[in-house]
């Protein structure tokens, strides 16, 4: 759909070569930019501004403003907004560009703190930028620390009950007191009300103790962190002790990934193909019966031949068996960390371009944008877990309870 009321071409390329302003290419990309957005909406709309039509579906109602960086500088934007619906031009536009400018912020950090120069300047020239003021990194960073606080601190009961959680960490370098150290960055994630995956929070920590992940834990619960049932995890002491002192009532699952690895280094490398195919068929049986047998067949075959491997999968048992007592199909959900690793492949992309981060809260930065907006994908995808296997996962059956009951009943009746 045209737009013939919008712009005069001729008179707009007239005007412009008298004028015969510097900012020629600008204003001529700006004016072509906003003439196409403003077709574009009439045709989402069904008629042309200002005109009546049948097929009209919605009015307009003023516009958006957005700055689009280009060749030929920085232009304004002009996006319609609608009364009802929304429009947005994602063939020009992205919804989400808070990763990539704290990326850019945190470049900008490292300039003014003076680490690896050469290689910022490399990684600045690939990013498109030419350089970078010390007013736009103060406006960027403000932008991007108020953004990623709200996201780190925003209440969670809203979403919950979150009935699965998983917790992770990640190393990252930062220069402090004038040398590299490293820092860890604390990580969990849960599966809300609506089946669908959220970060839950972040917080960087000196290194993995059991005070940092208690601390982190006791945050969660202070902003809301309810019903949960199962949280997902390596077996770190001082993770697994603040799991059961911030959440009391959940069950532990030990991540069948780290656990193999684990029990590896306690086999003969010979025998280890062996084991850890036994290892595997456990996980492959249909139900919870099926499994915890399969588990005895596996302590039957180590018993005499790796009396070590033994005894490292009967005091791990119901640590690496805690999903058997949910339904069966979620377990490839539940069973390991897998998918907290797949997101931390993600926060590396991002971060191994900087290398060194130059303070703790540049680290904050990047890793919270690319966290909420991680958050924001999983939003609008599709549900990790459904509704009625989320529901079935909620309940609290407690049979030996229900049996000791009738067992007294009966004895009541009998005397």
Known sequence: MTAPHIIDPAGLLAEALTDASPDLMRNLLQTVINTLLSADADAVIGAEWGKPSPDRSTQRNGYRHRDLDTRVGTVDVQVPKLRSGTYFPEWLLERRKRAESALITVVADCYLAGVSTRRMDKLVKTLGINALSKSQVSRMATELDEHVDQFRHRPLD??????????????????????????????????NADGRREVLGMRVATSETGAAWNSFFADLVARGLRGVQLVTSDAHQGLVEAIAANLPGAGWQRCRTHYAANLMSVCPKTMWPAVKAMLHS???????????????????????????????LDTARSEILAFTSFPEGLWSQVWSNNPNERLNR?????????????????IIRLVGAVLAEQTDEW???????????????????????????????ALELSA
């Open 158 to 191: 809203e979403a919950g009950p979150f009935t699965f959680v998983a917790a992770d960490a990640l190393t990252m370098k930062v220069r402090e007191g004038g040398r590299v150290i490293n820092a860890v960055v604390l990580i969990a994630t849960g599966v």
């Open 282 to 312: 456990v996980y492959d049986q249909p139900d919870a019966e099926a499994v915890h047998a399969q588990f005895d067949r596996l302590l039957d075959y180590v018993e005499t031949k790796l009396p070590a491997a033994f005894e490292h």
């Open 346 to 362: 993600e926060i590396r992309r991002r971060t191994d371009s900087v290398g060194i981060f130059p303070n703790r809260e540049s």
């Open 379 to 409: 939003a609008e995808g599709r549900r990790y877990l459904g509704l009625e296997i989320l529901a079935k996962s909620r309940l609290s059956l407690v049979p030996d309870a229900d049996k000791e009951v009738e067992a007294d009943a």
